[in-house]
């Protein structure tokens, strides 16, 4: 069966093998690679104190977390999250006044 599909798809001509692509995603889109932001030992050693003296635990779930771009919530409608090598704090519902 594989064999058969490999042929098949083989024999295709670009032409078709462009609307093959097309529809495939149309049905499912290309999954976007991960985001992640690059940091040093020592700059993960910073943020991990900072989310320490916050209050937070500093493990390494919540450090993934804010290096992939995430937010931890921190109370009073407020997030925590780390841009531009420093870990900031902005209100989650600014948008909506």
Do not use: C, T
């Amino acid at each position: 069966m594989r064999r058969e599909l490999q042929e098949y798809l083989h024999s295709m001509s670009k032409k078709e093998l462009r609307e093959l692509n097309a529809r495939l995603r149309m049905v499912k889109p290309k999954r976007r690679k991960g985001y992640r932001q690059d940091v040093d030992n020592q700059q993960r050693l910073q943020l991990e104190y900072e989310l320490k003296s916050r209050g937070f635990d500093g493990s390494e779930a919540e450090i993934d977390l804010l290096l992939r771009g995430g937010s931890i919530p921190s109370g009073a409608g407020l997030r925590v999250f780390y841009r531009n090598q420093r870990l900031q704090e902005d209100d989650k519902w600014r948008q909506w006044y």
